[in-house]
């Protein structure tokens, strides 16, 4: 018996990081506003920027998304996650839980995750009126296509229809376009119904000549062109390559940030580059941490062993303990924190090759990497300040030792990580807690040493920014046309 199916529509891109996050975050604030039961969905994703749900880890960028949609994310919403563990694989999530390792060699292997990914799309569908859908990367990778779940593989399997993103900013979107309709396959191309310009600078009708040629070449049509949003960098990077810095002139407070290779959950990061009084320098390889800096923070890392010989090789643990004997202040968060203490072992080889590395020693702690795997959200105290707020933790292994007896943070009546004597370092396994303005206002004003005026209010920031995303493409994409689009999604029989 045939059923009427859940409209849908995919957003794809020419190439990754040309803004689909983005767009479908923005998707899902428009259509909710318009009172539908939006859903953001992404087969798969390649991140090690995760978020915990109720039920399990999912993208960062599909926990922003189901906040656009004004509900609570759920594995069902990104049901593969890959988290890079170096060179040769990825940890599975599967479902918002660990499911094993997906090593390069096997990386085909992903298409056998096509029924789980079809069951969570069905099951998400059954709560929603529309279905947004990410791609990743590109469809143009004909050399994965044969056993793809991320883009039109996807699309074909669940009979979702397509709209194709082209990033004019990086350049060469004709090109881009008109390559990507080259090289699919007829029954690919023909899921694709129309596309967009993202991210265009300037007079948008001079780029009407360009618009008719890329119509033309393809037959598809255009949805618009979509000017360049400046206030996207007031919301979560959807991954590593947006990593940014927030550089201020003449700010009272400067942090410094050694980013790893092995760099997980930075959006921790982001509330910090909104304050005004906060200079956050991202320093990169072949540079050292600045000899000004109020306070150095190791964010989370998805290879700690990895990233700590990383750190040496840079010489960033010269600098760090050059930063603490001037009486500077470092905080660790998650894979940061454990290379605060004085030693890491991995014994099972969960991240990596099994073995154990000394610490930078500035933590009178230990940590050992287990199996068991802690992903949940919890409500949490700053112990100096009393202040509160909401934080998650998604980490393996136990961290123990003398200095935990001063955790900064307070879960459930215990203690949650370690402090040095004179509380000048510190770490935690919490992500997120400088989400909340009045532990960040607490913690900034430690440091500094004095209070320091602001008027952030992040949530609010990140809830107008959406707002104003949701209005930038009403005005510039075909909304009614990409709604026709979606509800001509094929019955299923």
């Known amino acids: ?10 957003i794809l891109g020419t190439g990754s990081n ?18 539908l039961r939006a859903r953001p969905f992404k087969p798969q994703n390649m991140s ?7 039920d399990g880890e999912i993208g960062r960028a599909q926990a922003l998304q189901a906040r656009a949609a004004r509900v609570a994310p759920h594995p069902d919403m990104n049901p593969v996650l890959l988290k890079p563990e170096g060179e040769q694989g990825s940890q599975i999530i599967l479902q918002g839980r660990v499911a094993g390792r997906l090593s390069s060699r096997d990386f085909a292997r992903r298409g056998d995750f096509l029924p789980r990914v079809l069951e969570s799309f069905e099951r998400l569908g059954e709560q929603a009126d529309l279905l947004i859908v990410e791609g990743a990367g590109s469809p143009a990778e004909t050399n994965l296509r044969a056993r793809d779940i991320a883009n039109l593989g996807f699309a074909r399997a669940a009979n979702v229809p397509a709209v194709l993103i082209g990033d004019i900013d990086r350049g060469g979107v004709i090109a881009s376009l008109i390559g990507t309709h080259a090289v699919l396959d007829p029954a690919d191309r023909a899921m694709i ?16 000549p360009g618009v008719e040629t890329i119509a033309k070449a393809t037959g598809w049509p255009s949805l618009g062109v979509i000017p360049w949003f400046a206030e996207a960098t007031r919301l979560p990077a959807e991954d590593g390559l947006d990593i940014r810095s927030g550089r201020k002139t003449g700010a009272r ?29 991202m320093i990169g390889p072949g540079q050292a941490l600045p000899g000004d800096a109020d306070l150095v923070i190791l964010p989370g890392s998805k290879t700690t062993l990895r990233d700590l010989a990383a750190l040496r090789r840079e010489g960033w643990d010269i600098d760090i ?33 099994a073995g154990e590395a000394q610490g930078l020693g500035l933590l009178d702690v230990e940590t050992s990497l287990d199996a068991e795997k802690t992903v949940r959200e919890v409500e949490f105290g700053d112990a100096a300040s009393g202040a509160r707020g909401w934080a998650y933790e998604i980490h393996l292994g136990r961290t123990e030792g003398g200095d935990t007896s001063r955790a900064p943070f307070i879960v459930d009546g215990r203690t949650e990580g370690a402090a040095s004597p004179d509380g000048r370092i510190a770490g935690s396994y919490l992500h997120g807690v400088f989400a909340s303005d009045a532990v ?30 949701a209005g930038h493409l009403e005005r510039h994409l075909d909304i009614d046309t990409l709604t026709d689009i979606a509800k001509s999604r094929p019955t299923a029989s």
Request: charged share 25%; proline share 6%.
């Open 321 to 353: 303990l050059a930063h603490r004997r001037r009486g500077g202040h470092v905080l660790g968060l998650c894979g940061g924190y454990q290379m605060l203490g004085r030693v890491v072992r991995d014994p099972l080889g969960l991240e990596g090759p």
């Open 18 to 35: 040309v803004g689909k996050s983005l767009i479908v975050a923005g998707l899902c604030r428009l259509f909710s506003d318009r009172g």
């Open 193 to 208: 119904r129309g596309f967009a310009i993202n991210r265009f600078r300037g007079d948008v009708g001079l780029f009407g």
């Open 440 to 469: 960040r206002g607490a913690w900034l004003a430690r440091v500094a040493g004095r209070d320091l005026p602001s008027s952030l209010n992040y949530d609010d920031a990140v809830e107008k920014t959406l707002d104003a995303l």
């Open 253 to 281: 407070l400067k942090i410094a940030v050694p980013v790893l290779p092995g760099i997980a959950n930075f959006d921790d990061l982001d509330p910090l580059k909104l304050e005004s009084e906060v200079d956050l320098a």
């Open 48 to 54: 090690n920027n995760a978020a915990a749900t109720a």
């Open 1 to 10: 018996m045939s059923r009427s199916p859940t409209p849908a529509i995919m």
